[in-house]
């Protein structure tokens, strides 16, 4: 038995929260969130070479994987494979890419359901900015 960190009534070490005050997890010294985070040790410029997040924080906000390739719900990084992105090559639901496989992107060039693209885009309405400024 350990004491929850949050009120300091006795709970079990294996308790999902506190009976008492609803701490999440109360026998851990810290506790950051639910779900699953991981950064490779390796890093470029700062940046992890691999960050994988699936995690949000206690406050309920979503942890964006940053790295030079990202994996998550919200991602950002060289190569990208997320559902919101933002990346170099990315393949998600939504973003914003120089390269982009996604439902819904903006992009250089884009295999995308709905795209806007710069250069050329395939998909089921990919429209190029060229084709939207000549119009004007």
């Known amino acids: 038995m350990k004491e929850c960190r949050e009120c ?3 709970v ?3 308790a999902f929260a506190c009976p008492d005050c609803g701490a999440p997890y109360p026998a851990r010294e ?3 969130g639910w779900g699953f985070e991981y950064k490779s040790k390796a890093g470029v410029f700062g940046l992890p070479l691999v960050h994988i997040s699936f995690k949000y924080r206690p406050d309920r906000m979503p942890v964006p994987a940053k790295g030079i390739i990202s994996i ?6 060289i190569i990208n494979i997320s559902q919101f992105g933002i990346g170099i090559i990315s393949i998600s639901q939504f973003t914003i890419a120089f390269y982009a496989l996604a439902q819904f992107a903006v992009a250089y060039s884009a295999i995308a359901q709905f795209g806007l693209v710069i250069s050329r885009g395939y998909g089921q309405l990919v429209i190029s900015i060229g084709e939207i ?3 004007f």
Do not use: V, Y
């Open 30 to 32: 810290k506790w950051d």
């Open 72 to 77: 998550g719900q919200f991602g950002a990084g």
């Open 8 to 10: 300091g009534h006795l």
């Open 133 to 135: 400024l000549s119009g």
């Open 12 to 14: 079990s070490e294996q």
